[in-house]
């Protein structure tokens, strides 16, 4: 009994460390490796895992395990809540201690608590630096100061909008719909507010700011990674949401300018 309780504590860690970079935004091929390599490097009773096999998709992680002919299997859901690269670097570089057998199972599950609830930044600093990102991107299309205050308002009214979003659980379509018709309305009224203070701003590249803070380029990016990796299934997946995500983003921006362009 004693050794099952351990050999699933084992399978526990493994698994919970996988889905906390997977809900972050890790690729597909890094959660595999990185799950199959914490459970093979534990010894338990003076034995190793016999077989160890590590399935993931962005929604799922399933390990099959083997010790002493009899195989423990688990399935741990997952409910991909963006990117964030420093959870990614904090489950990596907890991965690499327990692997390397620095920590005990008992010191594993309190550091996996703390991983569980990274420190976050304020509200105040990621819409101020969702602004620069937004504002400073403008300059690439050349874009003006005058465009970069805009986007930098409109980028950071954005985030504030997406933020309230976030409790209410919508599908991620939904949500970026909505966000996409926050930028680009944001971006019609600064423009319009702008010219009639007598100032000159192209909406184009106003709107291009706010968007920049909500295109998946971190997805796509990862889905093609996957797909090279030989991840063919989960690489698809990641590919098809970016584009969904591309298309609902579109669908919002052009409701407004549908209806805005003939002011403008």
Not at 199 to 218: D, K, Q, S
Not at 256 to 261: A, D, M, N, T
Request: hydrophobic residues 50%; glycine residues 8%; contains cysteine.
């Amino acid at each position: 009994m004693e050794l099952q309780i351990e050999i699933k504590r084992v399978i526990r860690i493994a698994t919970r460390t996988g889905r906390i970079m997977l809900q972050n935004g890790a690729e597909t091929y890094r959660v595999e490796d990185t799950v199959k390599r914490m459970v093979e490097s534990r010894v338990i009773s003076s034995k190793k895992f016999e077989t160890v096999n590590v399935f993931v998709i962005p929604t799922g992680i399933i390990l099959s395990a083997d010790y002493e002919n009899e195989t423990t299997t688990v399935l741990e859901r997952v409910y991909p809540e963006g990117i964030d690269l420093e959870c990614i670097d904090r489950a990596n570089e907890f991965s690499r201690k327990f692997t390397n057998g620095i920590m005990s199972l008992e010191q594993a599950e309190s550091a996996l608590e703390e991983l569980s609830n990274p420190p976050k930044f304020s509200k105040v600093i990621r819409i101020l630096a969702s602004g620069m990102g937004g504002g400073f991107f403008i300059f690439l299309f050349g874009g003006t100061l005058t465009e970069f205050f805009l986007a930098y308002i409109a980028s950071a009214a954005t985030i504030l909008c997406m933020d309230g979003l976030a409790s209410k659980h919508l599908n991620f379509f939904i949500k970026n719909i909505i966000g996409g018709f926050a930028a680009s309305l944001l971006g019609v009224i600064l423009v319009q507010f702008t010219r009639w203070i007598g100032f000159e701003a192209n909406l184009n590249i106003v709107i291009i700011g706010p968007l920049m803070t909500l295109v998946p380029g971190v997805s796509l990016t990862n889905g093609i990674r996957d797909l090279i990796s030989g991840e063919l299934l989960a690489g698809s997946a990641k590919i098809m949401e970016a584009l969904f995500i591309a298309i609902a983003l579109a669908f919002g921006v052009g409701m407004v300018l549908q209806f805005s362009l003939k002011l403008i």
